[in-house]
C-alpha cells in the first residue's frame, strides 16, 4: 500500500545549522509529495509540494527535490532560525485514493 | 476570512457522553476530510467525503458518524465517547486533481474524563 517514512525526532539544532530531515514514500503510480508544518496549537500549513518527478519545491527557506529513483522527498534547509520549531509532516496524495497520507512527523527544536 | 474553520476548539466532556464536532470551508473545495492526531503527532485519516458522498472510511468504530449537509460542511458526531477517543481532531479539505493540498483547520481538542 501507500505510505510515508519519516526520520523520528526530536531534532534539535542551534541557530544557522543546516537542517535535514528524511523522507521516503512507498506507492505505485505517481503521487503528489507535500511537506506539512504544525507550530504549537496550531493545524498544519502547507510548507511546499511538488507533483512530479524532479520538481523541486521551495517556501521559507526551505526545499525538497521530488526524487522518482530513490522514493524520497528530503526537507532542507541552509540556516535555521528558532522560528522554524515545530512539527514537520511529509506526506502524499494519491487522487484514486483521495487522500492524503501522512508520516509520523518529525518534531524540530532550534537552540538560540 | 477563516478558510476552514471548526468548532469547538476544546471540548471537555464525560465518558458515555455524545457530543458533535463542526466543520465548514469556504474555499469552494469538493473534498473533505477528518483526521485524528494522537499524543505522539501521529496523523490518521479517518473520513473522506467527495461532493457529500463518503470515499473513505478508515475502519473508524461506528460511535463516530460524519455527516456532510453540503459541499461546504462535514460535521462529526460521536456517541457514547470512551477515554481513548481523547486527541485533537482535525478537518481539511482540498480539491480533487494533482496539485491538490489540503488546508486545515485548527483542530478540536477533545478531552474525555
Redesign the interface.
Known amino acids: 500500500g501507500n505510505s510515508v517514512t519519516q526520520m523520528e525526532g526530536p531534532v534539535t539544532l542551534s541557530e544557522e545549522a543546516f537542517l535535514t530531515i528524511n523522507c521516503t514514500y512507498t506507492a505505485t503510480g505517481y503521487p ?1 509529495l ?1 511537506w ?1 508544518v ?1 507550530y504549537p496549537g ?5 510548507l511546499l ?1 511538488a ?1 512530479k518527478a524532479d520538481d523541486k519545491g521551495s517556501n521559507k527557506g526551505f526545499e525538497a527535490t521530488y526524487r522518482k529513483e530513490t522514493t524520497s522527498f528530503h526537507l532542507e534547509k541552509g540556516s535555521v532560525q528558532v522560528s522554524d520549531s515545530a ?1 514537520y ?1 511529509c506526506a502524499l ?1 494519491y ?1 484514486s ?6 508520516g ?2 518529525t ?1 524540530l527544536s532550534i537552540r538560540p | 476570512d477563516t478558510a ?1 474553520s471548526q468548532t469547538p476548539k476544546y471540548l471537555v466532556t464525560q465518558m458515555g457522553n455524545d457530543k458533535s464536532i463542526k466543520c465548514e470551508q469556504n474555499l469552494g473545495h469538493d ?1 473533505m ?1 477528518w ?1 485524528k492526531q494522537d499524543s ?4 490518521k ?1 479517518m473520513f ?1 467525503y ?1 461532493n457529500k458522498e463518503l ?2 472510511n478508515e475502519t473508524v468504530p461506528n460511535r463516530f458518524s460524519p455527516k456532510s449537509p453540503d459541499k461546504a460542511h462535514l460535521n462529526l458526531h460521536i456517541n457514547s465517547l470512551e477515554l481513548g477517543d481523547s486527541a485533537v481532531y ?1 478537518c ?1 479539505s ?1 480539491q ?12 478540536t481538542r477533545l478531552t474525555v474524563v
Open positions: 503528489s507535500f506539512y504544525q496550531e493545524g498544519l500549513q502547507l509540494k507533483t512539527v509532516f496524495y487522487s485514493a483521495s487522500k492524503i497520507i501522512f509520523s512527523g518534531r | 476552514v473534498t476530510y483526521y505522539k503527532k501521529f496523523l485519516i473522506s467527495n470515499i473513505i482535525f481539511a482540498s480533487e486533481g494533482r496539485n491538490t493540498e489540503a488546508f486545515f483547520g485548527q483542530g
